[in-house]
Nanobody, 111 residues
Protein backbone atom coordinates (compact mmCIF):
# COMPACT_ATOMS: atom_id res chain seq x y z
CA UNK A 1 0.00 0.00 0.00
CA UNK A 2 1.25 3.45 -0.93
CA UNK A 3 0.05 6.77 0.41
CA UNK A 4 0.80 10.10 -1.23
CA UNK A 5 0.33 13.41 0.56
CA UNK A 6 0.68 16.66 -1.33
CA UNK A 7 1.41 20.04 0.20
CA UNK A 8 2.50 23.50 -0.82
CA UNK A 9 -0.50 24.72 -2.74
CA UNK A 10 -2.05 28.09 -2.19
CA UNK A 11 -2.86 31.44 -3.67
CA UNK A 12 -0.25 33.24 -5.71
CA UNK A 13 -0.29 36.16 -8.10
CA UNK A 14 0.43 35.68 -11.75
CA UNK A 15 4.16 35.56 -12.29
CA UNK A 16 4.75 34.17 -8.84
CA UNK A 17 6.20 30.87 -7.67
CA UNK A 18 5.16 27.91 -5.58
CA UNK A 19 6.88 24.71 -4.57
CA UNK A 20 4.77 21.62 -4.20
CA UNK A 21 5.83 18.59 -2.22
CA UNK A 22 4.56 15.02 -2.28
CA UNK A 23 5.51 12.73 0.56
CA UNK A 24 5.14 9.05 -0.21
CA UNK A 25 4.91 6.22 2.26
CA UNK A 26 4.86 2.50 1.64
CA UNK A 27 6.64 0.46 -1.00
CA UNK A 28 8.28 3.07 -3.20
CA UNK A 29 10.84 2.06 -5.79
CA UNK A 30 13.19 4.80 -6.90
CA UNK A 31 13.28 3.34 -10.40
CA UNK A 32 9.57 3.97 -10.88
CA UNK A 33 8.18 7.19 -12.22
CA UNK A 34 6.63 9.70 -9.90
CA UNK A 35 4.63 12.44 -11.49
CA UNK A 36 2.53 15.53 -11.02
CA UNK A 37 -0.78 15.97 -12.76
CA UNK A 38 -3.27 18.80 -12.61
CA UNK A 39 -6.96 19.20 -13.15
CA UNK A 40 -8.61 22.54 -13.71
CA UNK A 41 -12.35 23.01 -13.20
CA UNK A 42 -14.27 21.41 -16.03
CA UNK A 43 -11.17 19.93 -17.61
CA UNK A 44 -9.52 16.55 -17.72
CA UNK A 45 -6.59 15.68 -15.54
CA UNK A 46 -3.33 16.03 -17.44
CA UNK A 47 0.34 15.33 -16.91
CA UNK A 48 2.48 18.24 -15.75
CA UNK A 49 5.82 16.53 -15.14
CA UNK A 50 7.31 13.14 -14.38
CA UNK A 51 10.61 11.89 -13.02
CA UNK A 52 12.27 8.51 -12.85
CA UNK A 53 15.76 8.01 -11.56
CA UNK A 54 18.32 10.74 -11.55
CA UNK A 55 17.69 13.39 -14.12
CA UNK A 56 15.23 11.51 -16.30
CA UNK A 57 12.37 13.96 -16.46
CA UNK A 58 9.60 14.91 -18.82
CA UNK A 59 7.32 17.92 -18.91
CA UNK A 60 4.17 19.10 -20.56
CA UNK A 61 5.11 21.54 -23.31
CA UNK A 62 3.22 24.32 -21.57
CA UNK A 63 5.43 24.22 -18.47
CA UNK A 64 8.85 23.58 -19.97
CA UNK A 65 11.37 26.15 -18.79
CA UNK A 66 9.18 27.26 -15.89
CA UNK A 67 8.54 24.14 -13.82
CA UNK A 68 11.13 21.79 -12.38
CA UNK A 69 10.42 18.35 -10.95
CA UNK A 70 12.84 16.71 -8.56
CA UNK A 71 12.85 13.90 -6.05
CA UNK A 72 14.58 12.91 -2.86
CA UNK A 73 14.66 9.12 -2.91
CA UNK A 74 15.96 8.88 0.64
CA UNK A 75 12.85 10.70 1.84
CA UNK A 76 10.44 9.33 -0.77
CA UNK A 77 9.50 12.86 -1.66
CA UNK A 78 8.94 14.50 -5.01
CA UNK A 79 8.86 18.24 -5.57
CA UNK A 80 7.49 20.54 -8.21
CA UNK A 81 8.99 24.02 -8.39
CA UNK A 82 6.64 26.24 -10.34
CA UNK A 83 7.82 29.64 -11.54
CA UNK A 84 6.12 32.37 -13.53
CA UNK A 85 2.70 30.91 -12.84
CA UNK A 86 -0.22 31.85 -15.05
CA UNK A 87 -3.89 32.24 -14.12
CA UNK A 88 -4.84 29.40 -16.46
CA UNK A 89 -2.72 27.10 -14.33
CA UNK A 90 -5.18 27.33 -11.49
CA UNK A 91 -5.97 23.72 -10.73
CA UNK A 92 -5.77 20.92 -8.24
CA UNK A 93 -2.34 19.37 -8.51
CA UNK A 94 -2.06 15.64 -7.87
CA UNK A 95 0.89 13.43 -7.10
CA UNK A 96 0.99 10.06 -8.84
CA UNK A 97 2.96 6.87 -8.36
CA UNK A 98 1.96 3.86 -10.42
CA UNK A 99 -1.78 3.44 -9.73
CA UNK A 100 -1.73 5.55 -6.60
CA UNK A 101 -2.92 9.14 -6.32
CA UNK A 102 -2.81 11.74 -3.61
CA UNK A 103 -5.82 13.82 -2.70
CA UNK A 104 -4.38 16.87 -4.39
CA UNK A 105 -3.40 20.38 -3.44
CA UNK A 106 -5.11 23.45 -4.83
CA UNK A 107 -3.09 26.07 -6.65
CA UNK A 108 -4.85 29.32 -7.40
CA UNK A 109 -3.14 31.89 -9.58
CA UNK A 110 -4.72 35.32 -9.48
CA UNK A 111 -4.47 38.02 -12.11
Amino acid sequence: QVQLVESGGGLVQAGGSLRLSCAASGSIFSSRTMAWYRQAPGKQRGLVAGITTGSNTNYADSVKGRFTISRDNAKNTVFLQMNNLKPEETAVYYCNYMTYWGKGTLVTVST
